[in-house]
Nanobody, 126 residues
Framework: QLQLVESGGGLVQSGGSLRLSCAAS????????IGWFRQAPGKEREGVSC????????YSPDSVKGRFTISRDNAKNTVYLQMNSLKNEDTGVYYC???????????????????WGKGTLVTVSS
């Protein structure tokens, strides 16, 4: 069964850091484009970081550039999202998703991603 499981969310103070993990089972993450997305209450889902299988394609919005970093550990079949200098507006449910090929549009809004995890909640407090 193909599955993605996120972990690492929690409550953190503004300015703090968190590292989210996305572990895959049933398929090899190294062959896929991986994206991290978030959805805040009352807002649409948005992509926050995305990387292609080879690393040649990537995406991150200006709102997180310089603060969020996506990385892979293919040996562990896991992708990470390191989040630094967190702000209140980073609060939301964070999801990882996988797609067999790179798509900038899919990385921006998640439409067209093939597999999704159930999400992990990140709450940033003042």
């Amino acid at each position: 069964q193909l599955q993605l499981v996120e972990s690492g969310g929690g409550l953190v103070q503004s300015g703090g850091s968190l590292r989210l993990s996305c572990a895959a089972s049933g398929f090899t993450l190294g062959y896929y484009t991986i994206g991290w997305f978030r959805q805040a209450p009352g807002k649409e889902r948005e992509g926050v970081s995305c990387i292609s299988r080879t690393g040649g394609g990537s995406y991150s919005p200006d709102s997180v550039k310089g603060r969020f970093t996506i990385s892979r550990d293919n040996a562990k079949n896991t992708v990470y999202l390191q989040m630094n200098s967190l702000k209140n507006e980073d609060t939301g449910v964070y999801y990882c998703a996988a797609r067999s090929s790179y798509s900038a549009n899919a990385c921006r809004d998640g439409n067209g991603m093939d597999y999704w995890g159930k999400g992990t909640l990140v709450t940033v407090s003042s």
